[in-house]
């Protein structure tokens, strides 16, 4: 491709509504365009990017041994009354209505519209298993949409069902995609942990979440160094609800709420260090779980609050918002007539007494030894924080860490066969409802992962996998004709193998640089002063290495 013809409309700026770095660095290189808030167009480069992603998807998903299709993104609302999420699911899901009043969903996912489909044909066992996959654009109307790609209202997603006879053969399966999931992750180059998860709206029992890890992400994930074992700590919340009664609790004791309002003194009153940062909490507040992130921001002194739900952040000033969050009566702001439990935080003591103004009598931490650093947390206080069987290794410090969930995958069970009549007959000639997995892939969101864990301050640096174009090929200056000259032939020598970009544009050679630093191909091929002896430079973007080498050479050197 001659980059003269190529639409890649680069930014000096930065944009200024644009807070992730790979929000900043996809528009600047010119591979995405926002069209409405949270809604993108993928410009060539772009594209190229989610076609790497998604060809490595097909590839294992096919090895896998699922099969693709596609459904509609427009489903009847009828087959979301059946399971009752037309109801559950909120404004979250996009509706609308045609020309004779008939109400439709813009599909947030698709398990009502693909148990519709199977329950008429998937009706003997001696069908069964099937994982059937799509790769399709999802709609979500987010309450917040941003980070770009990370968090949209309209985003590309690769979804997949499987459909079993027995829980053994669900098992089985589950088991293999998360092993596909595994190969397709390390393809991509992101570094990413699978970390048990809480099974949310969709239902269903036993998950995984991939996390990429990255510190923009919206997740908080806790594991030790010394297992293989991780958790999504929105794990607590579910813990909570099986075990606040059994649970091992503890009096707080009262603070003065109103000299405890600082990090500072927060952090003289436990004894820890004051530069602690971000740390989860999950308690309840007359009767209701409220699960809750709070963020200790040593720099402005103050202690955020962000409610893992709905991703609200407040102050500890702001009242008004801290009545809504808790659901505490406004001007009282408390007491908490329910159990309190910490898990993983020395902030939270903080608030809960200085907001809400704790009373000794019914509020309890559990569990976790609040004077104790976080650092010295140990597989006895994960406990805690995560549900059922850990990895073995019982010692070591427990970590904390931001994630992007980039995938998912659940056991659903019979959840959506069950209310939608979908039914197999067994080998007895039984009608029993069809066993379910599903798991997805964000797409455009793991492009945009990959951006946050690859790029420097001049730009992106893209996995050889996933890279637009696998070779940048630069004529320095295209004025010089031995240098076009030479440039033109790599270009169509270097096309047989490779996919070149070829920057033939008559610009200055420090904005070709630029260029091309930013969009970030993983290898430039530069044809400079020494074209006439056929020597030019090959550049690696991720090292900066720069080999000088003869053209008979230069396949070696590619490689
Ligand atoms: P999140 O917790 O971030 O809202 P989710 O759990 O609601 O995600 P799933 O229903 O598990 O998402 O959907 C499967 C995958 O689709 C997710 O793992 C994620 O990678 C991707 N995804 C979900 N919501 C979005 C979004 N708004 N924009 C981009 N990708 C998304
Ligand atoms: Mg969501
Ligand atoms: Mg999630
Ligand atoms: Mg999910």
């Known amino acids: 491709m001659k980059q003269s013809r190529l ?137 917040r949409p941003r980070f770009g790609l990370l968090r949209g209202r309209e985003f590309l997603m ?35 942990r699978p970390v048990v998860a809480d099974s949310g709206a969709i239902g269903g029992k036993d998950t995984h979440e991939f996390q990429a890890l990255a510190d923009i992400g919206e997740d908080t994930i806790v594991y030790t160094d010394s297992s293989n074992y991780a958790a999504n700590i929105e794990m607590a919340e579910t813990l909570d609800r099986y075990e606040m009664q059994q649970a091992d609790v503890r009096p707080l004791e009262k603070v003065d709420t109103e000299e405890n309002r600082t990090i500072e003194d927060v952090a003289k009153f436990l004894n820890v260090d004051p530069k602690t940062t971000i740390k989860s909490v999950l308690f309840n507040v007359d009767g209701e779980t409220v699960m809750a992130i709070v963020r200790g921001d040593h720099e402005a002194n103050e202690v955020k609050v962000k409610n893992a739900l709905g991703g609200l952040d407040i102050q ?76 073995p290794d019982e010692s070591g410090p427990v970590r904390f860490a931001r994630g992007i969930e980039v995938g998912q995958v659940f056991k659903l069970g019979t959840r959506y066969s069950e209310a939608m009549g979908a039914t197999f007959l067994n080998e007895e000639g039984r009608a029993e409802p069809l066993i379910m997995g599903c798991y997805g892939i964000g797409v455009s969101r793991t492009l945009s992962a990959i951006v946050e864990q690859h790029h420097d301050d001049r730009g992106i640096i893209w996995p050889r996998n996933v890279a637009p174009f696998d070779l940048h090929l630069i004529a320095i200056n295209a004025k010089d004709e031995t240098q076009v000259e030479l440039a033109n032939r790599l270009y169509e020598e270097l096309g047989q193998t490779y996919d070149v970009l070829f920057d033939d544009r008559k610009e200055r050679a420090g904005v070709k640089f630029a260029d091309a630093d930013l969009i970030g191909l993983p290898i430039r091929v530069n044809v400079g002063k020494k074209a006439g002896e056929g020597i030019v430079e090959v550049k690696v973007r991720a090292t900066g290495e720069v080999i000088e080498t003869s053209i008979d050479e230069l396949n070696e050197v590619i490689i």
């Open 7 to 143: 639409l890649m409309p680069t930014l000096r700026e930065v944009p200024a509504d644009a807070e992730a770095v790979s929000h900043q660095l996809l528009v600047r290189g010119g591979f995405i365009r926002q069209n409405a808030a949270g809604i993108y167009s993928y410009l060539p480069l772009g594209h190229r990017v989610l076609h790497n992603i998604q060809t490595i998807i097909r590839e294992e998903m096919n090895r896998a041994g699922a099969q693709e299709l596609l459904m509609p993104a427009i489903q009847p609302a009828e087959l979301w009354e059946e399971t009752g999420r037309w109801g559950i699911y909120g404004p979250e899901l996009m509706r609308l209505t045609d020309r004779h009043d008939r109400r439709f969903a813009l599909g947030a996912t698709h398990e009502e519209l693909i148990t519709s489909i199977v329950r008429d044909e998937l009706n003997s066992y001696k069908k069964l298993p099937m994982n059937l996959y799509q790769i399709q654009t999802k709609y979500r109307d987010e309450r």
């Open 158 to 192: 690769k979804d997949a069902y499987s459909f079993h006879a027995t829980q053994e053969d669900l098992d089985e399966e589950y088991t293999n995609m998360y092993n596909a999931y595994s190969r397709i992750f390390d393809r991509t180059g992101l570094k990413y």
């Open 316 to 391: 500890l000033e702001d009242e008004a918002k801290i009545v809504e969050l808790f659901n505490c009566a406004p001007g009282t702001l408390g007491p908490i007539h329910a159990p309190v439990k910490v898990v993983a935080d020395y902030a939270v003591k903080y608030l809960v007494d200085a907001v809400c103004g704790a009373n000794e009598a019914n509020t309890h931490f559990t569990g976790v030894n609040a004077e104790r650093d976080l650092a010295e947390m140990t597989y006895h206080d994960l406990r805690f924080v995560v549900e059922g069987d850990l990895a």
